[in-house]
């Protein structure tokens, strides 16, 4: 077993941390408040080359392993988790899933673009009433021989106003339940497609979620993904890998949270000493860092799988389902070493808190994770 990282993953964590702390932290409140999406921040991801981590170079990719896009998550996260959903959303949602299952004129038509940041995607999953419940697809893809005419609404779309290419997942023919249901590539300006309202969160209030409205959209048939019928196994084998962005997210987020929580106890003082003496606040910064760097060893594991082509459906679940609580652990007794200062916002890990949440809801929320484990274990 060998723990080190390479010299690549160490240059490209180096680069992402560089970035984070240069071009992310200042101005992270303001976008927070102001529900900004940060624009010339994910332009400069791109000439990084962030937001096509994993894809092949030949599509204008960084051709990078897992591991190393889970370490740039990981760093962004530390410091701005709107905009680290952005860069997970366009790499392990729609890049590789175009990249897996896309036909090679889709790819050469649309990949490029997204992992180039050229423009940037959404996965179109989430309905007002098939969120955890995915296969209640109540959106339409009707078949008209040479395209799809899709109805329909979707929410909660990361992404939903700033991106350009949509992945949709509806459903064809219902008498043939999961396995009668499409995923198609539609672009933004399609008539009959248009962005429904902002949301207005309780974190990551810097990435745009909307809801979407397909009126009889005309979609090509060579827009759609793979197989007739093959669109919820498309949204399941990609989620498993959007499940270790999210927890890299929420590794992230935690390790963030305690950096600042350590620096501030070792600064503030109280009863005539730093507070990190006193052992109520160096406990908590023990169960703090052991936990993150278990969530750490889970994290790389999935990523490592992944890399490996091992299935990573268990690892992945099982990171993700214990990274988000560890994100939300630490975050809350991160405000709490803070003290009165932990719930001003000039002091971050408010909007870590906030942020936090969303990574036990999104891309499967955690009971669905432990569905996922369960049924898993239980086959073995
Ligand atoms: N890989 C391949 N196939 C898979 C699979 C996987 N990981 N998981 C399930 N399947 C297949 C099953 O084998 C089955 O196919 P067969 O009938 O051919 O065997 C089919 O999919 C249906 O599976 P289930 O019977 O297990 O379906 P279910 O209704 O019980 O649901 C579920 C399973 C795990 C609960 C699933 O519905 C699920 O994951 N729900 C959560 C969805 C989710 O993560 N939503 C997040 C929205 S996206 C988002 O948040 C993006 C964002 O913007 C940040």
């Known amino acids: 077993m060998d723990f080190t990282l390479s010299e690549e993953q160490l240059m490209i964590q180096k680069a992402a941390r560089d970035f984070a702390q240069n071009e992310l932290l200042p101005g992270v409140i303001e976008r927070d408040d102001a529900q900004k999406f940060p624009a010339e921040q994910v332009k400069k991801m791109s000439e990084l080359g962030f937001m096509g981590m994993m894809v092949d170079p030949k599509y204008g990719g960084s051709g990078l392993d897992t591991i190393s896009y889970a370490l740039v998550m990981e760093e962004l996260s530390k410091v701005d988790a709107s905009a680290s959903v952005i860069v997970s959303v366009n790499n392990s949602l729609v890049c590789w899933g175009l990249e897996t299952f896309g036909s090679e004129a889709q790819k050469e038509k649309y990949l490029t673009r997204l992992s180039t940041g050229q423009c940037i995607g959404a996965f179109c999953l989430s309905e007002p009433e098939?969120?955890?419940?995915?296969?209640?697809?109540?959106?339409?893809?009707?078949?008209?021989?040479?395209?799809?005419?899709?109805?329909?609404?979707?929410?909660w779309i990361t992404n939903g106003n700033s991106a350009e290419i949509y992945l949709v997942i509806a459903q064809t023919d219902i008498s043939k339940g999961h396995k009668g249901i499409n995923a198609l590539i539609v672009e933004k300006g399609m008539p009959g497609f248009e962005i429904g309202p902002k949301e207005n969160k309780l974190g990551i209030r810097g990435s745009d979620?909307?809801?979407?409205?397909?009126?009889?959209?005309?979609?090509?048939?060579?827009?759609?993904?793979?197989?007739?019928?093959f669109g919820f196994k498309f949204a399941m084998k990609t989620l498993a890998g959007g499940r270790i962005g999210i927890a890299a997210q929420a590794l992230g987020i935690a390790a963030g949270a305690y950096e600042l929580a350590k620096k501030y106890s070792k600064e503030r003082k109280a009863f005539g000493t730093e507070i990190s003496n006193h052992q109520a606040i160096a406990f908590k910064l023990a169960d703090m860092h052991t936990q993150i760097e278990a969530a750490r060893h889970m994290v790389y594991k999935a990523a490592w799988d992944k890399d490996q082509g091992n299935n990573y459906d268990l690892s992945s679940a099982m990171a993700k389902l214990y990274a988000s609580q560890v994100a939300m652990d630490t975050t809350i007794e991160a405000v709490q070493i803070h003290g009165g200062n932990g719930f001003v916002k000039d002091y971050h890990v408010e909007r870590m808190m906030r942020d936090a949440k969303i990574t036990q809801i999104y891309e499967g929320t955690s009971e669905i994770q432990k569905i996922v484990i369960s049924r898993s274990i239980l086959r073995e």
């Open 209 to 229: 979620t909307h809801s979407l409205i397909f009126n009889d959209v005309k979609v090509p048939k060579e827009n759609r993904i793979g197989e007739d019928g």
């Open 130 to 155: 098939a969120g955890s419940d995915a296969t209640s697809q109540k959106t339409t893809a009707a078949d008209h021989g040479d395209h799809y005419i899709v109805n329909g609404t979707k929410n």
